[in-house]
């Protein structure tokens, strides 16, 4: 079936504008997950859906970050008023959570650049 | 704190070689542990986990990792390398609970030499 997918794949924005990065996780998967990667790093957790309730936000660096899955399954990250340091790779992930299924599938990332 | 070491940054092998990439973790308890790889632009792709059992696991495109519990370990090795196989590759840990983050190292770039 189809994998997690996320758009757009590389957005530039110019230092103070707003974003809307879009994740669609594969069919049927319960949890949800956004990281940050920066460049040559490790990516690092951001925030934690189970189905449309965001219960981990705890990686969200700045109240400019925002993400909402309101019908359980898209997911927006929005950050607002956007800075240099938010230059970075945002990569979705989604995970059944039935059973051992608690791999998580990554998207191929939306690579932002703020000027 | 939960961490994961990758010690090596950037690792050169020739194609045909072995391969073995190390991975250390702090953690309160046996962790989940994985390894991924990502290719240039690319996503994030599994290569195999370890949950529990056999403490060798295959994942795919041949690669095995062996867990370590005395050393806290989890170290991803390969026969012979392809080069195909350059990419970096990215261990992790999450905590045997469903809806928590991975906790990932900084990551090997493996580069492979003709």
């Known amino acids: 079936g189809a994998g997690v997918s996320q758009s757009p794949r590389y957005k530039v924005a110019k230092r103070g504008q707003d974003v809307a990065l879009r994740c669609d996780p594969i069919s049927g998967h319960v949890s949800l997950f956004w990281y940050q990667q920066a460049l040559g790093q490790g990516p690092e957790f951001l925030t934690y859906f189970q189905n449309e309730a965001q219960l981990d936000k705890s990686g969200l660096p700045s109240d400019r970050f925002f993400a909402e899955r309101p019908e359980g399954s898209v997911s927006t990250l929005k950050i607002q008023r956007t800075q240099q340091e938010d230059s970075a790779v945002y990569l979705c992930a989604s995970s059944s959570d039935r059973g051992l299924g608690e791999t998580q599938y990554f998207g191929p990332g939306t690579r932002l650049l703020v000027l | 704190a939960q961490s994961v070491t990758q010690p090596d940054i950037h690792i050169t092998v020739s194609e045909g070689a072995s391969l073995e990439l190390r991975c250390n973790y702090s953690y309160g308890a046996t962790p989940y542990l994985f390894w991924y790889v990502q290719s240039p632009g690319q996503g994030l792709q599994l290569l195999l986990k370890y949950f529990s059992g056999d403490t060798l696991v295959q994942g795919i495109k041949g690669f095995e990792a062996e867990f370590k519990r005395s050393q806290s370990s989890f170290n991803l090795r390969k026969p012979s390398v392809h080069w195909s196989d350059a990419a970096e590759y990215f261990c992790?840990?999450?905590?045997?609970?469903?809806?928590?983050?991975?906790?990932f190292g900084k990551g090997t770039t493996l580069s492979v030499s003709s």
């Open positions: 992790a840990v999450k905590r045997r609970q469903a809806g928590t983050a991975l906790i």
